[in-house]
């Protein structure tokens, strides 16, 4: 994360650009007009250094340096940047946001069918660290069968032996609670292609409904379906 001590100058047109203002054509056009203040003063030079913290565009200060959003995503959205895979859950965001460099990213994608708890961040460290299945973020789904849990389930996703089609390496452990015999919640550690859908697939079953109620410490608890709200995570 960026904070005040290690904030260092920048040309001011490249800073507004970066943060999504417009193209850099775009914010020497708003510089220029006189949009822009630097510590209090109409600034019409485009390649000042300055400090993200002394400017304001339209009197407002700017977008953070980094930023991190949770979304609770809706059905039907793809966690894609490509505009040709369908809706993105990227046009759930403010406009000035999806024009940033570098760009916001997913933390991991959920599928297009899947609901739920998904992290963005601009900050590539940040991703990193929470995509990576070192650090064992729990990520928690609430499952929906087409097919009744034959009753194995809890023990063969428990103990870490579970090696899915196509692949090598076990699973790490995973921890089931069952509600009914069509419903499950299930815990991962990982983040593997289709992960919950392939280990009930490996059981025999299928995953009709998929949502994620939570990421690490994160729930969408407030959101509705579609909205976003920014986080900060140190
Ligand atoms: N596992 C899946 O199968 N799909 C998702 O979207 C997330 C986890």
């Known amino acids: ?25 775009d914010v020497q056009w708003l510089i220029r007009r006189g949009c822009v203040k630097v510590n ?29 959003v949770i979304i609770n995503k809706p059905v039907g959205y ?6 040709n895979e369908g809706k993105t ?8 946001w999806q024009c940033r460099t570098p760009k916001i990213s997913s933390v991991g994608r959920l599928d297009k069918d899947t609901t739920g708890v ?17 650090n064992l973020i729990t990520k928690i789904y609430e499952v929906t069968l087409a097919s009744p849990l034959r009753g194995d389930e809890v023990e063969v996703f428990g103990n870490g032996t579970m090696i899915l089609h196509g692949e090598d390496k076990p699973c790490l452990p995973a921890k089931m609670y069952i509600i ?3 419903h499950a919640i299930v815990e991962i550690v990982e983040g ?35 909205e976003y709200k920014t986080l900060e995570i140190l």
């Open 78 to 83: 793809v966690c894609s940047h490509d505009n």
């Open 118 to 134: 998904i992290i963005l961040t601009t900050d590539g460290k940040l991703n990193h660290t929470l995509s990576s299945p070192k």
């Open 180 to 182: 009914d015999n069509y």
């Open 192 to 226: 593997r292609y289709h992960q919950v859908k392939r280990m009930f697939g490996a059981v025999g079953n299928k995953v009709v409904d998929l949502h994620r109620s939570r990421f690490g410490d994160y729930t969408c608890d407030g959101l509705k379906d579609g």
């Open 1 to 25: 994360m960026h904070t005040i001590a290690n904030q260092k100058k920048e040309r001011l047109d490249r800073l507004l650009s970066n943060l999504g203002y417009g193209s850099r054509k």
């Open 89 to 96: 859950i990227y046009s759930l965001l403010p406009h000035r």
């Open 40 to 68: 209090g003063e109409i600034i019409k030079d485009i390649s000042l250094k300055v400090l993200h913290g002394d400017v304001l565009v339209n009197d407002e200060p700017l977008d953070p340096l980094e930023l991190t």
